[in-house]
């Protein structure tokens, strides 16, 4: 070989040998941060457990991450990675991110291992009252509150609210589209001042006698309608659309008054119907009193018993209590409706047995059970329940992120459910909660079916 020959490839070893010693060794991930932080105190159960990292990382198949020692489920999203756990009221959570868990595109391990700890929040100290508010209540309405008390943080109780009215409508499109019925059906007395009619009377008890009979529960609610001014015989319940004053409503000699006086007579007659069936009602009226008024400046209540003001509507509240009890209805549990911010209008504990919440477009699971907490800490006595809803997060979603309610209710779909013998009866669509929805519903273990009622008679 020629001198020149040998020359040149060892100046050719020469190059690739420096070249592969001067190649930059590849560096694994780095852990930046992660929510909570770590020895963070007070962290809510609905906050996303994130770790951050210096660049994107994709996680090996068998990763050993663990919350508390037990393996969890985990996403990769980006340069971060989101760990799936349920978190609880009062505890101390330790994560563990093993040595090699994750890699990034270089196919390079994390080289440590990374752990942090937090401690939620303190759970709520929740006291609830034993007793109803009602004098000497009816032997069935102290079985159903008994049942509710025990089943409350255990299980939840799934209910359908009546088309417009007076009907099981909604209740039976659940059965249609689920296979179960829900464990209470809800009535409305929207139309006192036209029954009895051809088109609606409510002497006719015989489907909810028929419910109960089969251990449902029964609840009922009052949309108020009074005349539209002093005299009319045109009606309305919104505070646009009447005149009528709710602090002239116990005023005696007012004409709201006299109204007051005449339609809680008849309703009385109505509600007796029932409790002579021995048939416990939970009793939800004047519901949303504070509107939006304390949502934004300018906001206002919707309905006219909340047009004056909180105290005016306590008066109302406390004065339909008394009449009830002097007229011997001691079936009753009493569920008042709060709107948050609003325990101006809370008529107090003891006119109020259940705290009920309506909620309306929001999936938002974290900020519901949020909302949950905050209610039940500004009432630690008094069970919560998802009075009214409609496109909310899926009930077995909320019931994980702590949102306990009692029951849980959605509103009609006038469309939907108004004739069960037209077509559309059968279809799986709904305004405010569909049959993907309630399937997830009556599907979950938390969830109290009619099926699953024992007799409380």
């Known amino acids: 070989m020629k001198m020149k020959t040998v020359v040149a490839l060892t100046l050719i070893l020469l190059i690739s040998c420096s070249n592969k010693t001067d190649e930059a060794p590849k560096e694994p991930p780095v852990f930046r941060s992660s929510i909570p932080a770590n020895n963070e105190a007070n962290v809510k159960p609905s906050t996303p457990i994130e770790v951050s990292f210096n660049e994107l990382v994709y996680l090996v198949k ?80 102290v079985n159903l509150y008994n049942f509710l008390l025990d089943k409350y ?74 005349p539209k001014s002093d005299g009319s015989t045109e009606y309305a319940f919104y505070t646009s659309e009447t005149t009528f004053k709710a602090s002239n409503a116990t005023i005696d000699g007012t004409w709201e008054n006299k109204v007051v006086k005449a339609d809680l007579q008849k309703i009385t007659a109505y509600l007796k119907l029932l409790h002579d069936k021995n048939i416990p009602v939970l009793w939800r009226p004047l519901h949303e009193a504070a509107g939006n008024i304390y949502e934004y400046q300018g906001g206002t209540a919707w309905f006219w018993w909340g047009n004056g003001g909180a105290e005016a509507y ?46 309306y477009n929001n999936t938002q699971t974290g900020t519901i059970a949020e909302e949950f907490a905050a209610i039940q800490e500004e009432y630690p006595t008094k069970m919560i329940a998802l009075s009214e809803m409609g496109n909310v997060a899926n009930i077995s979603v909320q019931w994980e992120a702590g949102a306990a309610w009692s029951y849980f209710m959605p509103w009609y779909d006038y469309e939907r459910t108004n004739n069960k013998a037209e077509a559309d009866f059968n279809q799986p669509e709904h305004q405010h909660a569909n049959a993907t929805w309630w399937e997830d519903a009556l599907e979950s273990d938390a969830v109290i079916t009619l099926d699953e009622m024992p007799s409380l008679k």
């Open 314 to 359: 306590k008066k109302l509240w406390i004065y339909m209590f008394n009449y009830f009890q002097q007229q011997g209805l001691n079936n009753l549990i009493w569920v008042w409706t709060t709107q948050t911010k609003d325990n101006a209008f809370y008529p107090g504990d003891d006119y109020v047995d259940i705290i009920g919440r309506d909620i």
């Open 62 to 141: 068998n990763h050993g991450i663990t919350v508390n020692g037990d393996a969890v489920d985990v996403e990769e999203a980006f340069t971060k990675i989101r760990i799936n756990a349920v978190l609880e009221k009062g505890k101390n959570y330790l994560i563990n991110i093993p040595k090699g868990a994750l890699i990034n595109k270089d196919e390079v391990p994390l080289a440590e291992a990374v752990q942090f700890s937090f401690t939620t929040e303190a759970s709520i100290p929740v006291n609830l009252t034993q007793t109803l508010v009602t004098p000497n209540p009816s032997p069935e309405a």
């Open 153 to 226: 943080g255990k299980k939840i109780i799934s209910s359908a609210m009546a088309n417009v009215s007076w009907n099981l409508n909604e209740a039976d499109w659940v059965k249609l589209q689920t296979g179960k019925y829900p464990a209470m059906a809800t009535v409305d007395y929207i139309h006192l001042h036209y029954s009895p009619a051809n088109w609606i009377d409510y002497t006719t008890t015989s489907f909810i006698e028929d419910w109960w009979n089969n251990n449902g529960l029964v609840s009922a609610c009052w949309h108020w309608n009074v």
